[in-house]
């Protein structure tokens, strides 16, 4: 699999937990209930069954490492998803910029950070949210 679409899955996971926790979380959980339509159209009523379970967990208990382990096991079912359904990248890109961008952006900033970032050709993307070093040789 690609880096691209392994980033894009990553970001994907993250927002998609994060939005569950905001006013916008039906948005967020009928976008990724169509997305999961598309590619499996018998899986998509327990993908928005279990976005709804997640959503209760970290309702219920909004602990760090609860978010986290949410946000990972998202993050594997996008790159799944995106692994063996590729051309649904763009797809996943719009969603992430129309359902779920709204509602990172809606939550107070903290420590948390997210970057969104496409590289293609040879082209490399270096981001940070604190010092970074790179040597190329």
């Known amino acids: 699999m690609e880096a691209e679409l392994v980033a894009l899955a990553s970001t994907a996971g993250t927002a998609v937990v994060t939005a569950l926790t905001t006013d ?3 948005r967020a959980q009928a976008s990724v209930g169509a997305l999961w339509r598309r590619a499996y159209p018998e899986r998509a009523a327990t993908v928005e069954a279990e976005l709804t379970e997640t959503r209760t967990l970290l309702l219920a208990d909004a602990q760090d490492d609860l978010t986290e382990v949410s946000a990972e096991e998202w993050r594997l079912r996008f790159r799944r998803l995106l692994a063996a359904h590729p051309d649904l990248a ?5 969603v992430l910029a129309e359902d779920l961008a709204p509602a990172l952006s809606a939550q107070p900033q903290g420590n948390s950070t997210v970057f969104n970032a496409t590289a293609t050709g040879n082209g490399r993307v270096y981001q940070s ?3 970074q070093t790179i ?3």
């Open 24 to 26: 916008l979380w039906e």
């Open 90 to 94: 763009e797809e996943l890109r719009r």
């Open 129 to 131: 949210a604190g010092n």
């Open 135 to 137: 040597n190329e040789r």
